[in-house]
């Protein structure tokens, strides 16, 4: 198992670790920026002439020590963790696992540092100047800067390593004995293995929905401000992007349009809540030309039955069900 983890960190070296997305109107395809251990690829040119712009610093890789000593770094502990699956050694086992959380930690500070100073240290002559505004992207996850979208995340090599890490610590749970103990304790092994990972990949992918700012959120379709809470809507990808629009037509129009987007969840406001979101699939829809919805699609939800036919006799409106909604507004 630790010759598996010494080959997940040692093939770092090569594949790409980490990847920082944006979308923005003028861009429908999207940027991309792939860093690596001794380099940086995707968009970068494009990223330099946006970066120009807002008085970021223009990114090369020969301006970064960790680009020169970062791939002896990774091959070191990929090397360290096959030669340790040979000496047999528990205490060899968690001196690794230590140093090699320590070089973890350290090298997600130094990658926030980086972040930090390139989006807080501007140009002040340059072309576009926003007072008080600072471009710092997500260390993980996304983050509205301007007009851009920025989705932060560890790409394949990222992913490696943090599993050769958990190979790693697994092989010390198993060599202190700590797993026998929990065993006879538990009796129950799936729950033991299933909730670390868990916990892990619900820590780094959002299911829930997330509150809509009126006034300050745009639509991601029609560019708007959404600024009337009980028509809004929010779309959650598989990768864990988030989208919010002001219109139940807006999402649905953006899926049309993005179809590479693979919804996994969405939301749309409860019409008589204030700001409450609750899951698409499950509402109740009513149609009717005197709910006066922001982009005119005039649809507006309810979490029951009875709740949405009172609401249709008052306006004189029509029943839908998600899939209606989805067929009727695409």
């Given at each position: 198992m630790l010759i598996l983890a010494g080959l997940c960190i040692f093939s770092a070296v090569f594949l790409p670790i980490w990847r920082i997305e944006l979308d923005a109107p003028q861009y429908p395809e999207g940027l991309g920026l792939l860093i690596y251990a001794s380099r940086l690829a995707g968009d970068v040119e494009i990223i330099n002439?946006?970066?120009h712009y807002i008085g970021m610093k223009t990114l090369h890789a020969e301006e970064f020590i960790e680009f020169t000593v970062l791939p002896y770094i990774i091959g070191f502990f990929g090397l360290w963790t096959i030669l340790t699956?040979?000496?047999?050694?528990?205490?060899?086992?968690?001196?690794?696992?230590?140093?090699?959380?320590?070089?973890?930690?350290?090298?997600?500070y130094d990658f926030w540092r980086w972040e930090?100073?390139?989006?807080?240290?501007?140009?002040?002559?340059?072309?576009?100047?926003?007072?008080?505004?600072?471009?710092?992207?997500?260390?993980?996850?996304?983050?509205?800067?301007?007009?851009?979208?920025?989705?932060?995340?560890?790409?394949?090599?990222?992913?490696?390593?943090?599993?050769?890490?958990?190979?790693i610590g697994f092989v010390y749970v198993l060599q202190a004995g700590f797993l026998d103990k929990i065993i006879k304790r538990s009796n129950n092994l799936s729950?033991?293995?299933?909730?670390?990972?868990?916990?892990?990949?619900?820590?780094?992918?959002?299911d829930g929905p997330q509150t809509i700012n009126i006034n300050k959120d745009n639509c991601a379709h029609c560019k708007m401000t959404i600024a009337e809470e009980h028509f809004a809507a929010e779309m959650i990808t598989e990768k864990g992007r988030v989208y919010k629009f002001d219109?139940?037509?807006?999402?649905?129009?953006?899926?049309?349009?993005?179809?590479?987007?693979?919804m996994k969840n969405a939301y749309v406001h409860y019409y008589p809540g204030n700001n409450e979101l609750i899951p698409a699939e499950t509402a109740f829809y009513i149609k009717s030309?005197?709910?006066?919805?922001?982009?005119?699609?005039?649809?507006?939800?309810?979490?029951?039955?009875?709740?949405?036919?009172?609401?249709?006799?008052?306006?004189?409106?029509?029943?839908?069900?998600?899939?209606?909604?989805?067929?009727n507004n695409r």
């Amino acid at each position: 198992m630790l010759i598996l983890a010494g080959l997940c960190i040692f093939s770092a070296v090569f594949l790409p670790i980490w990847r920082i997305e944006l979308d923005a109107p003028q861009y429908p395809e999207g940027l991309g920026l792939l860093i690596y251990a001794s380099r940086l690829a995707g968009d970068v040119e494009i990223i330099n002439g946006l970066n120009h712009y807002i008085g970021m610093k223009t990114l090369h890789a020969e301006e970064f020590i960790e680009f020169t000593v970062l791939p002896y770094i990774i091959g070191f502990f990929g090397l360290w963790t096959i030669l340790t699956a040979f000496l047999q050694s528990k205490r060899a086992v968690i001196i690794l696992l230590i140093c090699f959380a320590l070089f973890g930690a350290l090298a997600m500070y130094d990658f926030w540092r980086w972040e930090y100073e390139y989006g807080h240290n501007l140009d002040p002559t340059a072309a576009i100047i926003v007072p008080g505004m600072a471009y710092q992207p997500p260390l993980i996850g996304f983050k509205q800067l301007l007009n851009f979208g920025a989705y932060s995340i560890p790409d394949i090599g990222g992913w490696l390593m943090l599993t050769g890490g958990v190979l790693i610590g697994f092989v010390y749970v198993l060599q202190a004995g700590f797993l026998d103990k929990i065993i006879k304790r538990s009796n129950n092994l799936s729950l033991f293995l299933g909730l670390p990972l868990a916990l892990m990949f619900n820590s780094c992918v959002t299911d829930g929905p997330q509150t809509i700012n009126i006034n300050k959120d745009n639509c991601a379709h029609c560019k708007m401000t959404i600024a009337e809470e009980h028509f809004a809507a929010e779309m959650i990808t598989e990768k864990g992007r988030v989208y919010k629009f002001d219109d139940i037509s807006c999402l649905n129009a953006f899926r049309k349009d993005n179809e590479d987007k693979k919804m996994k969840n969405a939301y749309v406001h409860y019409y008589p809540g204030n700001n409450e979101l609750i899951p698409a699939e499950t509402a109740f829809y009513i149609k009717s030309s005197e709910l006066r919805s922001p982009m005119a699609g005039n649809i507006a939800a309810f979490k029951t039955k009875a709740e949405a036919n009172e609401y249709k006799i008052k306006l004189k409106g029509e029943f839908f069900d998600w899939n209606s909604v989805q067929q009727n507004n695409r």
